[in-house]
């Protein structure tokens, strides 16, 4: 039984090492540069958002191996350690999360309440949102340092103390955490796809404006150009409007199942070891798919990919 536990932990260890925290350390690192790049030519808004979402899955990578190393092998895990990891691992996980919210929110004033995202938001009010987001979803990951959850927990078979703070907890006051953290992960859930599906129905009838605008001859340069540059302008928020939407459905893919079993685990549903096991794994993935779909949803990036790819050929 404990050979086949142990091979189990090490087939875990395995997958995550080469789906998840390999490729999601390099696909971050490339994303982050195509990002400062973007940044150095012009900053707005949106990109801000990008990279802020982008530095919190590397850094969410980062600590996810780091963390993974230490349950593995460190064997006398104290009470700080488990606060510490379990705090950082919490974080990450509903301040995806919130980031996801805020993009969402961010393409439906930028397409539907163009003159009021045009004069009120700016660089500075998305730097100051995401400083509460952060400020709050840490507030909400320290609520077992007042007795309201626990980071530990004691196995029934040896008593010893493991490191788990989102599992069932028996008395009723050491659950408020697991419930406040399942039902805000569940709240950017329902907020992700509400918001997104204004941003879709917007986008649908932005693009055949843009779709069906034809320069007509008579018209002066100047009212030409002013023209032109409107239909720029709608094409950059559509695609914007796209990567942003694709980012969603990431998250909804991956962390959806993480944020329902949360809950679950707090009303002591039965789920099965192996089910508990692929959410787990599928979770980790954001980490990963997150920068591969910026890279390459974004025509500049794939250009600058086959641009290198191609003088690396040639040269």
């Known amino acids: 039984m404990r050979s086949s536990t142990r091979t189990k932990s090490q087939t875990s260890f395995y997958l995550s090492l080469c789906l998840i925290w390999i490729p999601g350390i390099l696909t971050n690192l490339l994303a982050l540069f195509f990002i400062i790049r973007d940044i150095k ?34 064997t006398d895990v104290n009470y700080p350690m488990c606060a510490s990891l379990a705090t950082f691992h919490s974080h990450f996980k509903l301040f995806s999360g919130v980031m996801n919210v805020l993009m969402a929110v961010d393409r439906v004033l930028a397409i539907c309440f163009a003159f009021y995202y045009k004069q009120h938001v700016s660089v500075k009010t998305w730097k100051l949102a995401c400083l509460l987001a952060t400020v709050s979803v840490a507030a909400l990951n320290l609520l077992p340092l007042i007795g309201l959850g626990s980071y530990t927990g004691t196995r029934k078979s040896t008593g010893k103390m493991y490191c788990t703070s989102l599992s069932f907890k028996a008395p ?17 859930v329902i907020m ?16 055949s404006r843009v779709v069906s605008y034809v320069p007509s001859e008579s018209a002066t ?45 707090q009303f002591r549903v039965p789920v099965d070891v192996k089910i508990t096991s692929y959410v787990h794994l599928i979770s980790g993935f954001s980490y990963t798919v997150d920068p591969v779909v910026y890279i390459l949803i974004r025509k500049t990036n794939r250009k600058r990919i086959v641009d290198f790819l191609c003088r690396r050929k040639d040269s």
């Open 41 to 74: 030519k012009a900053v707005f808004p949106a990109i801000i958002l990008l990279l802020v979402l982008c530095t919190c899955d590397f850094i969410a990578v980062c600590f996810s191996i780091t963390r993974h190393m230490v349950i593995r092998y460190v």
């Open 172 to 188: 009723p006051i050491e659950r408020v955490y697991g419930m406040a953290y399942g039902f805000a992960g569940i709240i950017c």
């Open 192 to 207: 992700i796809v509400c918001l997104n599906a204004v941003v879709i129905r917007s986008v649908l009838k932005l693009s």
């Open 221 to 265: 340069s100047s009212t030409g150009d002013t023209n032109s540059s409107k239909v720029n302008q709608a094409s950059v928020e559509v695609a914007f409007a796209k990567l942003m939407l694709a980012l969603a459905t990431v998250y909804l893919v991956c962390e959806t199942p993480y944020n329902v079993l949360i809950l679950l685990q």
